[in-house]
């Protein structure tokens, strides 16, 4: 068991995540809290690898299934590296994309096999669990129309891949926020950027006390 607490952000290509997970992390540590803010698929040096395998190339470069089994193997990495350590220290771990991208990307929209993504979540993540989840939720077109300073940066695999593919993307996440409504909350990713900070803040803070 460890005092520190597991945040992960979630939802569809340009949802504003990795914006809002700056803001989070300001936030707290301007508090007083320690906080390690990472991300997958990466978060640590040999799952930073692996991310270059994921997010790079032509759409089709790889199969779901080799997806998935990529994913976690960076996982196990980013786990071991810089999750669980961090989470010991009593520290925030606000990170950017977890399991459930993992659910949604390469299951739902996808379609690999979902008994062979529930065997790796338990051999992997195990207790490891996040304590809260963002989930955030744009159209897809209007994501899509934001992502292309990432697209010049070359990470652009998965923005290339069909739009009926992102829109299952986002059937997946809201699907989650009603199968787990104890751990995931929904975040209107549409709004101005000021509002969504607000939006997450007040669900953030409460957890602070606990």
């Known amino acids: 068991m ?13 949802a504003g995540k990795s914006t809002q997970a700056g803001r989070m992390a ?27 395998l994921l997010v790079n190339g032509a759409p089709d470069r790889w199969t779901s299934t080799a997806e998935t089994l990529l994913n976690y193997a960076a996982r196990d990495s980013h786990l071991n590296e810089t999750i669980r350590p961090a989470l010991e220290r009593g520290e925030i ?55 292309t300073k990432r697209a010049q940066a070359g990470e652009d695999r998965f923005e290339n891949k069909p739009l009926e593919f992102h829109e299952k993307l986002r059937e997946a996440f809201l699907d989650l926020v009603k199968t787990e409504p104890e751990r995931c909350v929904l975040i209107n990713a ?19 006390t606990k």
């Open 190 to 208: 549409e709004q101005d950027i000021d509002k969504v900070f607000d939006d997450i803040w007040s669900v953030v803070e409460p957890r602070l």
């Open 93 to 147: 771990v606000i990170c950017d994309r977890f399991m459930d991208s993992t659910r949604a990307y390469q299951g739902t929209a996808g379609g690999t096999d979902p008994d062979l993504i529930k065997t790796l979540e338990e051999a992997v993540i195990r207790k490891t669990m996040p304590d809260l989840t963002l989930v955030f939720d744009l159209d897809p077109t209007l994501g899509l129309g934001r992502t």
């Open 2 to 14: 460890s005092n520190g607490i597991f945040i992960t952000l979630e939802g569809g290509e340009g």
């Open 26 to 52: 300001e936030r707290l540590e301007s508090l007083g809290y320690a906080v390690t803010r990472t991300r997958e698929p990466g978060g640590s040096p040999n799952a930073e690898e692996i991310r270059n």
